[in-house]
């Protein structure tokens, strides 16, 4: 069975930094694309940033700039380095990966149960 689990989150004041963490674990055979998304209260859950397996990443236009996402092949983990955190920024912050079970025939999507990030002075 696979799992992902988030940590990292914390609470900070605005300006500061925190790096979030997502390891997956299991019976994995190739990870393809990983990504961060967060959801604020009483919102939708948005996209942060994406990075597929060979390092192209994509980034949401309101954190272009303040946040980077990296991965780490060998480690099954992907990272996600904030910086400048706004008050907006506050959400609860979920990863996910598409990959291949251990005797899979398909890539699923795989969710890990989330961490918050709370941005206040």
């Known amino acids: 069975q696979v799992q992902l689990v988030e940590s990292g989150g914390g609470s900070v004041q605005p300006g500061g930094s925190l790096r979030l963490s997502c390891a997956a674990s299991?019976?994995?055979?190739?990870?393809?694309?990983m990504g961060w998304y967060r959801q604020a209260p009483g919102k939708e859950r948005e996209l942060v940033a994406t990075i597929s397996r060979s390092g192209t990443t994509n980034y949401a236009g309101s954190v272009k700039g303040r946040f980077t996402i990296s991965r780490d092949n060998a480690k099954n983990t992907v990272y996600l380095q904030m910086h400048s955190l706004k008050p907006e920024d506050t959400a609860v912050y979920y990863c996910?990966?598409?990959?291949?079970?251990?005797?899979?025939?398909?890539?699923?999507?795989?969710w890990g149960q989330g961490t918050q990030v709370t941005i206040s002075s």
């Open positions: 996910n990966a598409a990959l291949l079970g251990g005797g899979g025939l398909r890539f699923d999507l795989y």
């Open positions: 299991g019976s994995i055979a190739i990870i393809n694309d």
